[in-house]
């Protein structure tokens, strides 16, 4: 058993290259780790060793566009999402846990909606929680004071931001995708939560502005959701890594 993230495994799906690490047993229970906008499969490191040392197998991609996955024409969170199944379906994995920071939160709450039945139980770090309709899309406009694309660089980090740009490790051309797409309305998408059947984890920090604010919409919306605060921030499992375990590992369960 692996005691921390393996060397880079490479995957060609939909038409290029998927970069992705594992760690734990290869016949444990899968747990898919999904980084955030602007990071990569490296952020997991603390969580994938506490996960393999309890037997699971765990998978930790970079999404297209970040790390040592390579740079795309588009990056909508179709292309992200489909990514990621495409990645379960390489893997012959017809059945797993997901784990989700910030965009991954979202990515994984939208695969699951589309895919109930693969996905066996949720935990959703710090996910943006897109608006219901026109009218909740206006209030949140006004709520934030600002565009999106100055959070996500406060965030991430500006320093951190331009050595990951510099050294290809993140296309900043995907905000100009993700972040407004973030900011649409998606009533779709709030009807299929409403009757998912997955039980989920919600984890905010205190401090997380509308994350922190809107987390408990989301929970009251979905059947089977709980939800937490863990720490300050909005970098839970890297920043509060102790909580995030504490909370986590117990809602997952050993693996057999």
Not at 16 to 43: D, K, N, Q, Y
Not at 206 to 213: A, F, N, Y
Request: proline content about 7%; glycine content about 8%.
């Amino acid at each position: 058993m692996e005691s921390c993230l393996s060397t880079y495994r490479f995957i060609k799906l939909r038409g290029h290259r998927m970069a992705f690490r594992t760690c734990g047993s290869e016949h444990g229970e899968p747990i898919v780790l999904i980084h955030a906008f602007a990071s990569e499969s490296a952020s997991w490191r603390a969580t994938a060793e506490a996960l393999g040392r309890r037997g699971f197998r765990v998978i930790a991609p970079d999404l297209r566009g970040h790390g040592r996955s390579p740079w795309t024409a588009t990056y909508a969170l179709m292309d992200f999402e489909q990514d990621l199944i495409a990645l379960l379906d390489a893997l012959q994995l017809p059945r797993a846990s997901l784990i989700g920071h910030s965009l991954g939160g979202h990515l994984a709450l939208k695969l699951a909606t589309h895919q109930p039945d693969r996905i066996h139980r949720l935990v959703v770090e710090a996910a943006p929680i897109p608006p219901r309709d026109a009218a909740d899309a206006a209030a949140l406009d006004a709520a934030r004071g600002g565009p999106a694309w100055r959070r996500s660089l406060r965030l991430a980090g500006p320093g951190r931001l331009l050595r990951r740009v510099l050294m290809r490790r993140f296309d900043p051309r995907s905000a100009r995708f993700v972040l407004p797409e973030l900011r649409l309305p998606m009533p779709l998408w709030w009807s299929r939560l409403a009757a998912l059947p997955t039980p989920c984890l919600l984890l905010a920090g205190e401090g997380d502005g509308l994350v922190t604010m809107r987390q408990p919409l989301l929970a009251a919306h979905m059947p089977r959701a709980t939800a937490r605060t863990v720490g300050h921030g909005h970098h839970l499992h890297g920043e509060h890594t102790d909580a995030f375990l504490a909370a986590v590992l117990p809602f997952l369960g050993e693996s057999a």
